[in-house]
């Protein structure tokens, strides 16, 4: 079993920053691979991130070269860095680990 809580949404302008953090319980989180899903009102989630083990990356294009995924196994964390941020950045973001989801994160972007 594993337990996911994401935290670091908000409120920020465009052009601003924000990091996201994913926290789990469970040691498997270690062990495998992490993503970042959001969801914008009234589309369907779609994929942002991902980190495996070892630390390999991917983006999907919308977000590449603005946004960085990292991790820290000693901390059983995963990190969104979100640089650049656009009003079409705005949804609820997601943490994703095997079949687990944490309760995500409201992101914002608006003057």
């Known amino acids: 079993q594993v337990q996911l809580v994401e935290s670091g949404g908000g409120l920020v302008q465009p052009g601003g920053s924000l990091t996201l953090s994913c926290a789990a319980s469970g040691s498997i989180f270690r062990l495998t691979t992490v993503a970042w899903y959001r969801q914008a009102p009234g589309k369907q989630r779609e994929f942002v991130a991902r980190i495996t083990r070892g630390a390999n990356t991917l983006y999907a294009d919308s977000v590449k070269g603005r946004f960085t995924i990292s991790r820290d196994n000693a901390k059983n964390t995963v990190y969104l860095q979100m640089n650049s941020l656009k009003p079409e950045d705005t949804a609820v973001y997601y943490c994703?680990?095997?079949?687990?989801w944490g309760q995500g994160t409201q992101v914002t972007v608006s003057s």
């Open positions: 994703n680990c095997e079949l687990f």
